[in-house]
């Protein structure tokens, strides 16, 4: 979809915008000095609508009497969809769309009844996809397993291939013992109705209305305090009393190759979690299975998924105020890249135990395993302190976490590499083995986002931009007096890489070109730019470096990093740390959803143009970096990578390998440029024939890290669709990120 559509479309109105314009009844539109009408999409973009509906806005000219106005889908009459509740809007959930082109024209009186405003749709089928490029095959689906939480029972056997199942809308109840209990019987009142207090102030019965279905194979649930016998039917022109008008969106973690549904969503239910939190203070909870990375750890999936959601979502209940994003982990990583390549879909993010993203993660990670082999066949000895200080992570142990039980497939590194290691839901005549199947699934990570880098033309597999060569791997532990010179040299030598199945070969890996460039230009490396710089982000970190977890703290700092040299500040980040001794020292984070709030109310009040420091100057005063002991003492300080300050003696950040061997922060090289061996770089005398040795291993020479990776470049655009594996295209609506020649002829 090259063309340049030639109408504005509003994205996302704030609700009260929404309601406002739903909420008065005149008998005629009053006189204005417009002449013209608009069509504006609420519920998504023009361009990429699924399932046949779309909640629409007209605006006309208010001298202009509602009977005066009619609105027509490919010439049919749909008038009568459309409520007239404000002067000069008409807001009208339009349905009868047919996938592929529509038009949606207004015609007026005045006018002749000649069209005074025209809109391109395009629909889509609601099982998708749009902009991810083709459905993953095999895809096993899963609705008869998928079991309802608190309500029970399952979805039912799929009604087709791609993982259909009826939507269904139960009741369920917080009692006043403090748990969910299911409601059968939505009008009937149990003795133990506990009821909640929202963010408005507005104390109701604590009933939630939870809806489940599927939307682009995945299995989606809503949440939201609803009372069946006191409110009605929920719909965009009736609001819930319990419902505050924010969208809170969770995302589950992990990171696993797909080809299946899932049998879990973020949560929406989740009483040992913080969703319970959120629904009592009146958000609306939504969240989906191909949302959840421990599914399927694709970006252009969730994306996707989390769109065609969200626009069910508005379709039913009306525009949010705000859409929240929430999750950790491997939902932190969908917040941030989902906020760069596609904005206007988040407008705040609360990522907790978070990475940047998962293309940089990979490569420290898998390293993990290289290390282990090379200390395993070297004949030097190998203290756990010299291999902690090699890592570079709170202590060793933290790699063998990484590593799983050291068996392949069992952990991150190398599984994340490994194609045959695939969920347990893919029978095993389906999966890839080098041997009996070479046709079957692949599961490691690249493939399962070949949609985005492509397949090899030498091999057919997805193009991988891992890459290790002229890394010197204990480069600081060296020059720290840590490592010898000869563990050094030992280890350099040893190190070896991956082959195209993650088994380790005793050459380095080398990244595919076309996938260095695919990997910048298409942002599935976070560089802090696109659309990151826009949205407000408070990063939760519960520490976990003491007890040697993979989520470290040292991760928030990167994407801190990277926010800076996108923006000139990383203002828009706020980083709130607290120990996790218990469920309750989790209370300052789950918090930050009111803070958050202000920051978007703030933001929504400000008339200027949406820019990076729009987002800073409005930030609340009293939201900083943060904080928090054993027994809940805040400490303000700004939060620096184990710069000076109480809160990093209580938290101090911690490193990976790639970081020892001199990545700066960013950690955001894929590839390194290469510069010959210097004896300058070693602050550790080496002799002649140890740097005669270090050539031998690095004869391209080692990795020069005051220059940009190779093939690291801006992102090309936002919102790219990828019609082909390997290929992708600017969508209709793309804004530029920054100067560019017109791109309406290209297709990469």
């Given amino acids: 979809m090259n063309r340049r559509l030639i109408f504005r479309v509003l994205y996302a109105v704030p609700f009260a915008a929404a309601v406002a314009a739903l909420s008065v009844a005149p008998a005629a539109f009053a006189d204005r000095d417009d002449s013209k009408g608009e069509i504006r999409i609420l519920s998504t973009r023009p361009d990429m609508v699924s399932g046949g509906e779309a909640l629409v806005q007209v605006s006309v000219p208010r001298r202009l009497f509602a009977s005066d106005v009619k609105v027509t889908l490919n010439g049919q009459d749909v008038t009568g969809d459309f409520h007239g509740r404000m002067a000069g809007s008409l807001v009208g959930l339009v349905q009868g769309l047919v996938q592929g082109e529509n038009r949606l024209e207004v015609l007026t009186k005045e006018s002749h009844w000649r069209p005074i405003a025209k809109l391109e749709i395009t629909d889509y089928p609601i099982n998708g996809p749009i902009f991810s490029g083709p459905h993953q095959e095999p895809f096993i689906c899963q609705t008869q397993s998928f079991v309802l939480p608190v309500i029970g029972g399952t979805l039912g056997a799929p009604l087709d291939a791609d993982c259909s199942a009826p939507t269904r809308v139960d009741y369920v109840y917080m009692s006043t013992g403090g748990t969910l209990q299911p409601l059968p019987n939505p009008t009937v009142r149990p003795a133990d109705l506990a009821q909640t207090t929202t963010k408005d102030g507005r104390t109701v019965n604590y009933i939630v209305r939870v809806e489940t279905g599927t939307i682009n194979r995945a299995i989606y649930q809503f ?59 009146g958000y609306a909870m939504a969240a989906a299975s191909l949302d959840v990375w421990g599914n399927d750890c694709n970006d252009l999936i969730s994306a996707e998924t989390m769109m065609m959601v969200k626009e069910h979502f508005i379709d039913g209940y009306g525009v949010p105020v705000h859409t929240i994003g929430w999750g950790t982990s491997g939902g932190s990583m969908q917040q941030h890249m989902i906020a760069q390549n596609y904005p206007g879909l988040l407008d705040g993010i609360l990522p907790g135990r978070s990475f940047p993203d998962i293309v940089t993660v990979i490569m420290p990670v898998v390293d993990c395993s290289l290390l282990n082999n090379a200390f395993n066949t070297s004949a030097l000895t190998w203290t756990v302190d010299q291999k902690s200080a090699v890592a570079g992570y709170n202590s060793w142990a933290t790699c063998q976490s990484w590593m799983g039980a050291g068996l392949p497939g069992t952990g991150f590194s190398p599984g994340w590499l490994m194609p045959g290691v695939c969920d347990l839901s893919i029978p095993a005549p389906l999966v890839y083995n080098p041997a009996t199947n070479q046709g079957g699934a692949r599961c490691d990570t690249y493939d399962n986002m070949i949609n985005a880098f492509g397949p090899d033309p030498r091999t057919g597999f997805a193009r991988r931009p891992e890459d290790n060569v002229g890394v010197q791997y204990g480069l600081g532990a060296f020059n720290a007096g840590k490592i010898t010179a000869a563990q050094f040299i030992d280890l350099n030598q040893r190190i070896g890489g991956y082959d195209d199945n993650g088994n380790i070969v005793p050459a380095r890996s080398v990244a595919d070109p076309e996938a260095l460039r695919i990997a910048y230009r298409t942002g599935r490396a976070d560089s802090g730019s696109g659309g990151l710089g826009l949205v407000p982000i408070i990063d939760l970190r519960p520490y976990l470096d003491n007890i040697d977890n993979i989520h470290s703290r040292y991760e928030s700092f990167l994407t801190r990093a990277r926010l800076a040299a996108a923006n000139g500040d990383s203002d828009n980040q706020v980083m709130l740390t607290t120990f996790i001794t218990s469920a309750a020292s989790l209370g300052p984070l789950v918090a930050a959803i009111g803070p958050m709030d202000q920051w978007l109310d703030n933001i929504a009040d400000d008339p200027s143009p949406p820019s990076h420091g729009k987002v800073v100057r409005n930030k609340p005063t009293d939201l900083v970096d943060a904080c928090y002991t054993a027994a809940g003492q805040k400490i303000e300080e700004p939060a620096t990578f184990n710069g000076p300050g109480q809160c990093n003696q209580l938290f101090p950040s911690h490193a990976d390998p790639r970081l020892v061997a001199g990545e700066p922060l960013r950690g955001d090289i894929l590839k390194c440029q290469l510069k010959p061996v210097d004896p300058r770089d070693y602050t550790r005398p080496l002799t002649n024939n140890q740097l005669a040795q270090l050539k031998a291993i690095f004869p391209q020479g080692v990795c020069d890290y005051s220059r940009p990776g190779v093939e690291q470049q801006p992102i090309v655009d936002t919102w790219l669709s990828y019609p082909r594996p390997g290929e992708f295209d600017l969508t209709s609506e793309s804004e530029p990120t920054h100067d560019r020649d017109d791109f309406d002829h290209d297709t990469h």
């Fill in 223 to 281: 949440g939201i305090l609803h009372d069946p016998v006191s409110d009605p039917p929920p719909d965009p022109w009736h609001k819930p009393a319990g419902w505050n008008g924010r969208l809170v969106y969770t995302f589950g973690g992990g990171c696993n190759a797909g080809y299946h549904q899932g049998l879990s969503t973020g949560g929406v239910l989740n009483e040992a979690s913080s969703h319970n939190a959120f629904l009592a203070l």
